[in-house]
Nanobody, 125 residues
Framework: QVQLVESGGGLVQAGDSLRLSCAAS????????MGWFRQAPGKEREFAGG????????YYGDFVKGRFTISRDNVENIVYLQMDSLKPEDTAVYYC??????????????????WGQGTQVTVSS
């Protein structure tokens, strides 16, 4: 059974940093590109970024503008989302997802095979 478990969310102030983790089990992690998405209240889920199987290629959503960094550890089976200079508009539930066929660039929800349950990030002004 595939499980993706996000952690690291919380309540922070504008300008702070957070690092989200997504621990994967039940799949051959190195064979999957990984993505991070977020969903704010009343909005559609959007692509924050993705990383290739090896970690050599990383892609970001348009809103990131250099503030987020994605990385992965294929020994520990974890993908990370480092978020810096957080803004109130970054408040959302953040999800990780696994893509068996992509390169980390794909930004459609339907392209991802497995999803975590999400972790809440709240940024106060």
């Amino acid at each position: 059974q595939v499980q993706l478990v996000e952690s690291g969310g919380g309540l922070v102030q504008a300008g702070d940093s957070l690092r989200l983790s997504c621990a994967a089990s039940g799949l051959t992690f190195r064979n999957y590109a990984m993505g991070w998405f977020r969903q704010a209240p009343g909005k559609e889920r959007e692509f924050a970024g993705g990383i290739s199987r090896s970690g050599a290629s990383i892609y970001y959503g348009d809103f990131v503008k250099g503030r987020f960094t994605i990385s992965r550890d294929n020994v520990e089976n974890i993908v990370y989302l480092q978020m810096d200079s957080l803004k109130p508009e970054d408040t959302a539930v953040y999800y990780c997802a696994a893509d068996a066929y992509g390169s980390g660039r794909r930004n459609r929800l339907v392209d991802y095979d497995h999803w975590g349950q999400g972790t809440q990030v709240t940024v106060s002004s």
